[in-house]
């Protein structure tokens, strides 16, 4: 089974960076994505970005876009997502999520099928 563990959370100051990792395990496929979301206290959960591994291909919300990067290395299973200039409205429990739908680039939960746990980053004013 697919297991998912994110890491790299925190407490910033608004303007700072952090950078998430999110380890990818228990599957042989090469054709997958992996995305991040986030969930803030009383919010739906919402996509931030996603990257392909079969070709690379990324996609992002308006919101982080010139502000975070999704990168990936396949050899280790690996997935980041670099924030940097973090606003406190990017406060929330942040999750990467794994699937082999063709519509990964939507970036809507239904469509991934397995989660980590989540990481907290903070984001203070």
């Known amino acids: 089974e697919v297991q998912l563990v994110e890491s790299g959370g925190g407490l910033v100051q608004a303007g700072g960076s952090l950078r998430l990792s999110c380890a990818a395990s228990?599957?042989?496929?090469?054709?997958?994505?992996i995305g991040w979301f986030r969930q803030a206290p009383g919010k739906e959960r919402e996509g931030v970005s996603c990257?392909?591994?079969?070709?690379?291909?990324?996609y992002y919300r308006d919101s982080v876009k010139g502000r975070f990067t999704i990168s990936s290395d396949n050899a280790k299973n690996m997935v980041y997502l670099q924030m940097n200039s973090l606003k406190p409205e990017d406060t929330a429990v942040y999750y990467c999520?794994?699937?082999?739908?063709?519509?990964?680039?939507?970036?809507?939960?239904?469509?991934?099928?397995?989660w980590g746990q989540g990481t907290q980053v903070t984001v203070s004013s």
């Open positions: 999520a794994w699937t082999r739908s063709r519509w990964y680039y939507i970036l809507t939960a239904s469509i991934y099928d397995y």
């Open positions: 228990g599957f042989t496929f090469d054709d997958y994505a």
């Open positions: 990257i392909s591994s079969s070709d690379g291909s990324t």
